[in-house]
T-cell receptor, first 113, second 112 residues
Framework: NAGVTQTPKFRILKIGQSMTLQCTQD?????MYWYRQDPGMGLKLIYYSVGAGITDKGEVPNGYNVSRSTTEDFPLRLELAAPSQTSVYFCASSNLGARETQYFGPGTRLLVL | GDSVTQMEGPVTLSEEACLTINCTYTATGYPSLFWYVQYPGEGLQLLLKATKADDKGSNKGFEATYRKETTSFHLEKGSVQVSDSAVYFCALNSGGYQKVTFGTGTKLQVIP
């Protein structure tokens, strides 16, 4: 049972480059989330999805885009990377929304130089 | 808006010591409250939760009671182990499927 998987584990980007962070869950959860975790801070919600084809912005969406073409996959796209996007990114999923348990992936550490 | 305040870390304890990590919150209505734990190099995982006032969540020897009168959800354990070393996050959801508000995390280090 893989749960939530994320790739890559670590990436270094140059300013202005683009990349996609991959997230896949095998629990058939409708709800999926992307968070970023900065040192000494709690997690901040970037985007979320309540089902295939439906996405919406969270607290800190600027500089990011998402898509949800299948129940399993929820990729996060960074366009024109900036140093402020240096962070650890976590994908999570939930069966019944944020009021219930969220299951997190292992994270992607991104460094923008 | 919603907010979660938890005690600053790091907290360093000797093995078998008692643990309390304080958490207080501000939210509308009757939020669900959570403690998540993050072991080194891993994602967060749910430790325990409580969905209504006076509920006690418990798991792996950890406990937390939902205190609406003091808006608190303190995490406690009677005897910590080295394997409990991790970062602990208090969190809440005040309704709706999209938003969990997290505290800043408290790092616990347990030394033999």
């Amino acid at each position: 049972n893989a749960g939530v998987t994320q790739t890559p584990k670590f990436r270094i980007l140059k300013i202005g480059q683009s990349m996609t962070l991959q997230c896949t869950q095998d629990m058939n959860h409708n709800y999926m989330y992307w968070y970023r975790q900065d040192p000494g801070m709690g997690l901040k919600l970037i985007y979320y999805s309540v089902g295939a084809g439906i996405t919406d912005k969270g607290e800190v969406p600027n500089g990011y885009n998402v898509s949800r073409s299948t129940t399993e996959d929820f990729p996060l796209r960074l366009e024109l990377a900036a140093p402020s996007q240096t962070s650890v990114y976590f994908c999570a999923s939930s069966n019944l929304g944020a009021r219930e348990t969220q299951y997190f992936g292992p994270g992607t550490r991104l460094l923008v130089l | 808006g919603d907010s979660v305040t938890q005690m600053e870390g790091p907290v360093t304890l000797s093995e078998e010591a008692c643990l309390t990590i304080n958490c207080t919150y501000t939210a509308t209505g009757y939020p669900s409250l959570f403690w998540y734990v993050q072991y080194p190099g891993e994602g967060l995982q749910l430790l325990l939760k409580a969905t209504k006032a006076d509920d006690k969540g418990s798991n792996k020897g950890f406990e937390a009671t939902y205190r609406k009168e003091t808006t608190s959800f303190h995490l406690e354990k009677g005897s910590v182990q080295v394997s409990d070393s991790a970062v602990y996050f208090c969190a809440l959801n005040s309704g709706g499927y999209q938003k969990v508000t997290f505290g800043t995390g408290t790092k616990l280090q347990v030394i033999p």
